[in-house]
């Protein structure tokens, strides 16, 4: 389920949330096994979990103790849990069980794949089609839900959830009046609740209707015809005797603006063409001489009949008589010492296999035999010249693009030709957005309009796979460069969750661990990341830089050797590290060798940079450009962070102290989060009881305490888009 948590949700509520936010890992009632925390709100905790018993995802909801503990409250929720059972719509999710088990109170649902009615909002206003066709599956739903003697009492778009396959589902029916129950307070949210709701009285029908005609207004914020707007009003009026009262009611008088096709509340199935459908033959086994063991022989046969019937896109036959034309797959078994088992292809290419002749490896034989041929059909499936070179396309450009930041614009042309060929890959389409930010920060003249095109990228990425952490991946990078670290903790930790495999989700949540200040958990990740790809040179330089902070200078040493020797240079990271150690014959040598590199990648910022060390008093001659560098043009606020970093420093060896705090503000106003180089950096050791730099620090290290929550916290950041009550 994709869910958002609450706006309104006070830190006393997330913190009476968390005694519930500890279960990841654990089985609740000997059924379900809790996977993963979706998410925290005012009655407690949601989880992604699996119900044993059925084989099934579902979202699970877990009280708060404190609530868990007030009789009328549990009485209540058993209410309202039998109520919406009642309720079987497809524009309804669906409640299935209320159980107590542990000491904890807990309600299962229906996990819905896909994103909140008011997540989607953050993107503005929609066309008044796909407005009116969201309202009319609501009210399709709320129809339902009416006639069954539920009202929900909160519709808002959180509660609004519009599934991946483009369902629309109203969520949580009847949870807001239990989260209240015994407290006096109000059910439901107020800027979408009728008068009457908001008077005490009892919420009905028509309640809903008004909170949905409020939330009809809001997807569509904007000038509408006066038809429509009469519909709306008609909706949301104050009196209940002059406003539309029931939900069908609403429906009829939205269908005027209603798009063809939007119509949500029915999902589309389109049958198979006859042509993609495969066919295999399982012959019966061959007799032996013997017969001795043919009884395995046959078990296998049925056994294998019956798994390949489940699945997709195949017609399994137990003969080839029935057949007109050649079947794509054709099975034989022969029973001798060993089960020896002949698949043939269509093309006329045969798979040989043998397996163990025993009752004990007929389940196991016959699996292995149904994926082979599932395999072949996705490779059939997937077998076309085109998608070939773009995938090869993709894979040497996603090597430069992560590891070869001087080639980066080349992997840009990779991934721009593989899109051409397969236009629907979404991790070209990611991985392409992931180069164009890293071509963006390093020359902002050459991709100036790099950025709205990667967020298009990744979005739409996201939006495709959801599962996917490529898209995760860009979005949190895109995150970094608008000046928002928390948003990029979130997306990092969703793409670890989706991808735990993945090195570049392990380097890229361990380096904001890094600037963070958590040493430890930092190098764990980039460790991780290192085990799963030993030539990560960027993991490798974020450690030398941790390394050159604490003054571990021996192995800064060992490890940028190392570097050197594989070709892994980065000459500006040496001259860094060089002047925080007062080496000026390193930095005076460094100086000659990047000018050129100046010139591309950091135009009039470096080599003023090493005027002012190799010279303090080229400071006043130079401060006035470097700090204009810290604030031009550029859109990327990571770069323009990090020149402010360089050019702090520089403030700091020349001794300007004023320049220093203003330098730092102008970071921190940009999204600074790097605790540990403010607090490790040498050349800042006398700045740190500086007034303006004690009170830059306090919000810094504020930002670094919030992404380690997004990170390692109870509960998700806001983009990680879990509903709860």
């Not at 925390?37 to 995802?57: K, N, P, Q, S, T």
């Not at 239990?178 to 008077?199: D, F, H, K, N």
């Not at 016959?366 to 059939?380: H, K």
């Not at 859109?635 to 420093?649: G, K, S």
């Amino acid at each position: 389920m994709s869910w958002t948590v609450h706006d309104s949700l006070s830190p006393v509520q997330l913190t009476q949330g968390r005694a519930e936010a500890t279960l990841a890992g654990e089985t609740l009632a000997s059924r379900y096994d809790v996977l993963e925390l979706l998410g925290i709100g005012g009655m407690g905790a949601v989880y992604r979990a699996r119900d044993r018993e059925l084989d099934e995802m579902v979202a699970l909801k877990v009280v708060r103790r404190e609530l868990a503990e007030v009789p009328a409250m549990i009485e209540r929720f058993r209410h309202e849990v039998k109520l919406a059972r009642r309720v079987t719509h497809i524009n309804v999710a669906r409640t299935f069980e209320l159980g107590t088990a542990d000491g904890l109170t807990f309600c299962t649902m229906e996990l819905i794949e896909g994103e909140s009615l008011a997540r989607r909002l953050t993107h503005g206003p929609m066309p008044i089609g796909e407005a009116v066709g969201i309202a009319g599956a609501v009210c399709d739903g709320l129809s339902a839900a009416h006639a069954a003697g539920v009202v929900h009492r909160d519709i808002k778009p959180d509660n609004i959830l519009v599934a991946y396959d483009g369902r629309v589902v109203v969520a949580d029916f009847g949870v807001a009046a239990v989260a209240v129950a015994g407290t006096g307070e109000l059910s439901g949210t107020l800027a979408y609740m009728a008068p009457e709701q908001a008077r005490g009285e009892p919420a009905t029908p028509a309640s809903d209707v008004f909170s949905l005609g409020v939330v009809l207004g809001q997807m569509i914020a904007g000038a509408i015809p006066p038809e429509l707007a009469a519909v709306i009003a008609a909706a949301t009026a104050p009196e209940r005797d002059a406003r539309i009262t029931s939900a069908a009611a609403l429906r009829r008088a939205l269908e005027p603006w209603a798009t063809p096709g939007t119509r949500t509340s029915q999902r589309m199935r389109v049958a198979q063409p006859a042509d993609d459908i495969a066919t295999v033959v399982v012959m019966a086994p061959h007799r032996t001489a013997s017969g001795e063991r043919q009884y395995l022989a046959t078990a296998v046969h049925e056994t294998v009949l019956a798994r390949l019937a489940k699945t997709p896109r195949l017609r399994v036959l137990p003969r080839a008589g029935a057949l007109t034309d050649k079947p794509t797959f054709g099975i034989e078994l022969h029973m001798q010492d060993q089960l020896e088992v002949r698949i043939t292809l269509e093309t006329g290419a045969s798979i040989f296999q043998k397996y163990p002749a025993a009752v004990g490896n007929v389940v196991a034989t016959a699996e292995a035999i149904a994926s082979t041929i599932e395999a072949e059909l996705v490779r059939m499936e997937h077998y076309d010249d085109k998608l070939q070179a773009a995938h090869d396309l993709f894979w040497q450009a996603r090597h430069l693009a992560y590891r070869d930041l001087t080639r980066v614009s080349e992997a840009i042309d990779m991934l721009q030709r593989a899109r051409v060929l397969a236009p629907h890959d979404v991790r070209i389409s990611a991985t392409l957005a992931i180069a164009m930010i890293r071509a963006a920060f390093f020359r902002p003249r050459d991709f100036a309009d790099a950025l709205p095109e990667a967020r298009l990228l990744a979005t739409a990425a996201v939006t495709a796979a959801p599962a996917l952490a490529d898209g995760h991946i860009a979005l949190g990078h895109l995150e970094l460069t608008s000046g928002q670290p928390v948003h990029a903790a979130s997306h990092f930790r969703m793409a670890i969750a989706r991808a735990p495999h993945l090195a570049e989700a392990h380097e890229q949540l361990g380096r904001m661990l890094l600037e963070a200040g958590y040493f430890d958990l930092a190098l764990a990740r980039l460790d991780e990341a290192l085990a799963i790809a030993p030539d990560l040179r960027s993991a490798k330089w974020e450690i030398t830089r941790a390394y050159a902070l604490d003054e571990r200078w021996d192995e800064v040493d060992r490890m940028i050797a190392d570097l050197r020797d594989a070709n892994l240079d980065r000459p500006l990271s040496r001259a860094r590290y060089a002047w925080w150690r007062g080496d000026m014959d390193t930095v005076r040598e460094l100086r000659a060798q990047i000018r050129d590199v100046d010139r591309v990648l950091w135009p009039e910022v470096v080599d003023s940079l090493f005027g002012v060390f190799l010279d303090k008093q080229q400071w006043h001659a130079n401060a006035s450009a470097l700090m204009a560098a810290t604030d031009n043009a550029t859109p990327n606020l990571r770069r323009r962070v990090f020149i402010a970093q360089l050019t702090c420093e520089a403030a700091a060896f020349a001794g300007d102290s004023t320049g220093v705090v203003e330098l730092l503000e102008h970071a921190a106003a940009h999204g600074l989060f790097d605790l540990h180089w403010l607090d490790r950096c040498v050349l800042l050791r006398p700045y740190r009881e500086v007034p303006g730099v004690v009170k830059v620090r306090k919000q810094i290290a504020a930002r670094a305490e919030a992404i380690l929550d997004a990170l390692y916290g109870d509960h998700v950041a806001a983009l990680s888009e879990t509903q709860v009550a």
